[in-house]
C-alpha cells in the first residue's frame, strides 16, 4: 500500500507564492511517476504537473505553465510543487497522484488526502 501526505497549503494573497510537498510511504519505490491535480468547487478534478521517476521529464497544464514548477527528491520519497505568481482562479484543493502518468485521474492509483489553497485578490 502506498500513502500519499501533502503539506504547504494555506491563504496567499494573489501574486504570491506556496510550495507544496507530498511524502510517499509504504510500498517503497522511487520509480512511480507522481503528480499533482487539482478541484475547485463545482469543478472537476484536473490535471496541473507531472513528474517521471527519475525528474528528467515534465508536464504541465497550460494554465500554470511558466508559474509553477513540479520537482521529486527520490532520497526523501517527496515531490514538491513549487506555485509563484498565483491568481485567484488557482484556488482548489490540490492533491498529489503516484503511480501513473499522464493527465487523468484515471492513471493514478494512488491519492493524497488534498490540501486547500486560497489566492484572495
Known amino acids: 500500500q502506498v500513502q500519499l501526505v501533502e503539506s504547504g497549503g494555506g491563504l496567499v494573497q494573489a501574486g504570491g507564492s506556496l510550495r507544496f510537498s507530498c511524502v510517499r510511504s509504504g510500498r517503497t519505490s522511487s520509480t512511480y511517476a507522481r503528480g499533482w491535480f487539482r478541484q475547485a468547487p463545482g469543478k472537476e478534478r484536473e490535471f496541473v504537473a507531472a513528474?517521471?521517476?527519475?525528474?528528467?521529464?515534465?508536464d504541465y497544464a497550460d494554465s500554470v505553465k511558466g508559474r509553477f514548477t513540479i520537482s521529486r527528491d527520490n532520497a526523501k520519497n517527496t515531490v514538491y510543487l513549487q506555485m509563484n505568481s498565483l491568481k485567484p482562479e488557482d484556488t482548489a484543493v490540490y492533491y498529489c497522484?503516484?503511480?501513473?502518468?499522464?493527465?487523468?485521474?484515471?492513471?493514478?492509483?494512488?491519492w493524497g488526502q488534498g490540501t486547500q489553497v486560497t489566492v484572495s485578490s
Open positions: 497522484a503516484a503511480g501513473g502518468w499522464g493527465t487523468r485521474t484515471s492513471e493514478y492509483p494512488y
Open positions: 513528474i517521471n521517476w527519475s525528474g528528467g521529464n515534465t
